[in-house]
């Protein structure tokens, strides 16, 4: 099975700070990398599909690279809905598909 | 608009059986593949099935092979998970997510979840 790392676990940042969550696979996979916002008590939400590409209507401040085996997801300017724990995922080889153990984003 | 809604969750006792659905709307669910997603209580999320667009293949995860079973009625509309031989550690919020595309993409669209407690 393919792991995904994602770093750090865990951040605190204020608004209008630039944030960056790495997330590191044990075996390339090509573009096959999606990103997700979970908030509190909420159904996770697609942020970036295929390493870099925005999905339909997310905040041009989200952005995310790379390709094969890091990938980074990059928040230009933290807003306080931005808050919530992110996922990267990878569907390059399945089953299994894979996500990270999450990176919680919270206020400084 | 395509929207997803996830029923069926309660408390099941351990052993036991449960059927979850997925009833969707906004789009042409013989298009799409489906996943289903589960979440424990305070941890990450992890996948635990997914059925291609045209129902040719299924895949499982690890934890769940040979006790779920996924599947899909088009004409409903409804996507299913049939838990069977229910495990504590089967205690999750469980959410079906649309995929991108035929199963092989992850999903773009996620219900809201239903929590299901096995207890006894």
């Known amino acids: 099975d393919i792991q995904m790392t994602q770093s750090p676990s865990s951040l605190s940042a204020s608004v209008g700070d630039r944030v960056t969550i790495t997330c590191r696979a044990s075996?390339?996979?090509?573009?096959?990398v999606n990103w997700y916002q979970q908030r509190p008590g909420k159904a996770p939400t697609l942020l970036i599909y295929?390493?870099?590409s925005l999905h339909t209507g997310v905040p041009s401040r989200f952005s995310a690279s790379g390709y094969g085996t890091d990938f980074t997801l990059t928040i230009s300017s933290l807003q306080p809905e931005d808050f919530a724990t992110y996922y990267c995922?990878?569907?390059?080889?399945?089953?299994?598909?894979?996500f990270g153990g999450g990176t919680k984003v919270e206020i400084k | 608009q395509v929207h997803l809604v996830e029923s069926g969750g309660g408390v099941v006792q351990p052993g036991r059986s449960l059927t979850l659905s997925c009833e969707v709307s906004?789009?042409?669910?013989?298009?799409?593949?489906m996943h289903w997603v589960r979440q424990g209580p305070g941890k990450g999320l992890e996948w635990v099935a997914v059925i291609w667009s045209d129902g040719s293949k299924t895949y499982y995860a690890d934890s769940v092979r040979g006790r779920f079973l996924i599947s899909r009625d088009t004409s409903r509309n409804t996507l299913y998970l049939q838990m069977n031989r229910v495990r504590a550690e089967d205690t999750a919020v469980y959410y079906c997510a649309r995929d991108r595309s035929d199963g092989n993409y992850g999903g773009d669209y996620w219900g809201q979840g239903t929590l299901v407690t096995v207890s006894s």
């Open positions: 295929a390493a870099s």
């Open positions: 995922q990878q569907t390059y080889s399945i089953p299994p598909v894979t």
């Open positions: 075996q390339t996979i090509n573009h096959y």
């Open positions: 906004g789009f042409a669910s013989s298009s799409y593949g």
